[in-house]
């Protein structure tokens, strides 16, 4: 089943009569080649007609949802929301046409629709030709718009640069916003990213604030050399849990150095098995 | 005491003023579209203003812990640029349907031109046919004309009257427009419009039935802590608490919220799902809100707060 499809599936199974059934219209209406004015028309009204409660997925409707589209995880959609990207997806398969109008759409659209229009980029048609449109959704001050782009959404990883990626990764830290929703943050980990985010720390560091011991995350693989020495940082003043994160960081590290630091500083710390949960393990601790 | 100020331009505030609106008690406030001190001439900047208020000042506002609602419109003097209006009127639509829009406003006349009044007529028609609430802005020159016009238009127009706010009222209007059944707005001024002193004797004398208070403050010299200075200054002078209550607040919730978007639910529970719109993660309110039985103070500006 396609993602269109199975978001179809799911709204019909939650909404109720009447909404169902004006959802139907606009469905056939996008389906029959709906004008630009008469789609955003239909958008700008979706709340007001089927809500904007959870949309709460079963465990059943998620593995759906990640065999349809990998990586797409729509766990915190909500009806509204998923509403929006449906009707946006049945208006149009040509990549063109959906990039001007998520363009237009943007620029009139209030908190909820721009988070509905981030958190569908995953579907949309051509792919790569909606990552200029994503990466100002980056660069939101609003945070809740910020994150429908980091969080649980492999658009970014699949579609960013480096550059843009990193800014990413960055930005989450400055907004303090958890980094393990962010999906592929292990895959596209970079030198550069490390290098940008060890910065960022001393910066913090110099200016006695805290830092999230998330951040080291991205640094482990390349912890040898000079970067020890802010894992020994880490060990010797670090909060409890950022001596968890240099034992979960220095873990992936293939310079010997960082293995001599670990037996030092944490010689009877079991490694943890599965380190990806015991990263959101941290990520918990600290929200 | 919780307070409501339903007309009032945050977008030209400061965020000192979000901070003292919080700890004053203003749960919640309506920003109308109007025009910026000058006139606009692309309809390109009417967009992005519009846009500011369904996205960025409602996001900003929560994060000083109040609700920001707005109402959407051609204000009467840029009604005034007919080639431009016409482009006004034809986006107006895409932004009346958003979340937290409220009414269409404000609207009405200014110099009470052929032009303001086409496109008030216009909109009128835009908020019959979408069934919305309409906020008028009676002119400040001619005044009691035009609000008497306003009101025989909107009744022309087949809207109805408990449909309507009439707003920036003062002793000379006020009579009619409750008369006519129509919602009776004040706008409490420094200097012009209507002082706090003023309208308690208004209070005295009309009750506070379909009557309510905003700051309309703006760009301007105006003050944002005006709704709840002046319930202050009513108890002070012996009006009844309920009466306070229903002026400053209740009667502000009753004329906006038969539209569906203005619910006292949005600020008195706060859904998980609220909490991630908060830039930081950190609500401004920090247990400032006060309690529902008892008159909030009125902060002081305090210069210390100014960190830059």
């Known amino acids: 089943m396609s993602p269109v499809e199975l978001l179809g599936r799911m709204l019909a199974a939650r909404l109720p009569d009447a909404a169902r059934a004006w959802l139907a219209n606009g469905i056939d209406r996008c389906n029959a080649g709906i004008a630009d004015r008469d789609l955003y028309l239909l958008m700008s009204g979706v709340s007001r007609h089927v809500g904007k409660e959870s949309l709460a997925l079963t465990a059943a409707e998620l593995a759906a949802a990640s065999a349809s589209r990998p990586g797409w995880d729509p766990r915190d959609w909500t009806l509204d929301q998923a509403v929006r990207v449906y009707l946006l997806c049945a208006s149009t398969s040509d990549g063109a046409l959906m990039s001007g109008r998520l363009d237009r759409l943007c620029s009139a659209a209030d908190i909820g629709e721009l988070v509905a229009y981030y958190r569908g980029l995953p579907l949309y048609p051509d792919q790569p030709r909606h990552a200029l449109r994503a990466a100002e959704g980056v660069r939101s001050n609003m945070r809740v718009v910020f994150e429908a782009v980091a969080h649980r959404n492999p658009y970014p990883s699949e579609q960013f640069n480096e550059a843009a990626w990193n800014q990413l990764v960055l930005k989450a830290l400055f907004v303090g916003s958890p980094l393990s929703p962010i999906v592929g943050l292990d895959r596209r980990r970079n030198p550069t990213l490390a290098r940008m985010l060890r910065d960022y720390a001393h910066e913090r560091w110099a200016a006695s604030r805290p830092v999230s011991p998330e951040l080291w995350r991205c640094v482990g693989p390349f912890a040898a050399g000079p970067v020890l020495e802010d894992f020994a940082r880490l060990f010797e003043r670090g909060t409890a849990d950022e001596r968890q994160a240099a034992v979960l960081a220095l873990g992936e590290a293939a310079d010997p150095g960082a293995a001599q630091l670990l037996e030092l500083h944490a010689p009877i710390t079991p490694r943890a098995g599965d380190s990806a949960l015991a990263w959101e393990r941290l990520t918990a601790a600290g929200t | ?308």
């Not at chain 2, 005491?1 to 003023?17: E, G, V």
């Not at chain 2, 069934?131 to 008028?136: E, F, K, P, R």
């Not at chain 2, 506070?208 to 700051?215: G, L, Q």
């Not at chain 2, 006060?290 to 830059?308: G, N, S, T, Y």
Request: charged share 30%; proline share 5%.
């Open chain 2, 1 to 308: 005491m919780r307070f409501i100020d339903p007309h009032i331009h945050m977008s030209a505030r400061t965020t000192d003023d979000y901070e003292r609106m919080a700890a004053a008690g203003i749960v919640a406030v309506i920003e109308p579209a109007f025009w910026l001190g000058q006139p606009r001439t692309h309809v390109g900047t009417f967009i992005d203003y519009l846009s500011s208020l369904v996205g960025w000042e409602r996001f900003r506002a929560s994060q000083f812990g109040i609700r920001h609602y707005c109402t959407i419109g051609l204000n009467s003097k840029e009604a005034n640029n007919e080639a431009l209006a016409e482009q006004v009127m034809d986006i107006l639509p895409l932004f009346l349907g958003k979340e937290g829009v409220v009414a269409v406003g404000e609207i009405g006349y200014d110099d009470q031109t052929e032009a303001e009044d086409k496109y008030f007529r216009a909109q009128l028609q835009l908020a019959r046919d979408l069934g919305m609430l309409v906020q008028v802005h009676t002119p400040h020159r001619d005044k009691k004309r035009g609000t008497t016009r306003s009101m025989d238009v909107a009744i022309e127009m087949g809207l109805d009257p408990g449909a309507v706010i009439i707003d920036h009222n003062n002793e000379e209007t006020v009579a009619e427009v409750l008369d006519r059944g129509f919602w009776a707005a004040f706008t409490i001024y420094p200097e012009t419009k209507m002082g706090s002193e003023r309208m308690v004797e208004i209070a005295r004398r009309y009750g506070s039935n379909r009557i309510f208070i905003d700051s309309s403050a703006d760009w301007g010299k105006s003050d944002p802590l005006a709704v709840p200075k002046t319930a202050r200054l009513m108890i002070e002078r012996g009006i009844a608490r309920s009466d306070v209550e229903a002026i400053c607040y209740r009667n502000a919730l009753a004329a906006f919220g038969p539209g569906g978007q203005f619910r006292e639910e949005d600020w008195l529970t706060r859904q998980p799902r609220d909490e991630r719109l908060l830039y930081l993660g950190n609500s401004v309110l920090r247990g400032q809100e006060p309690r529902v039985d008892e008159l909030p103070a009125i902060p002081e500006f305090d210069e210390r707060q100014i960190v830059k």
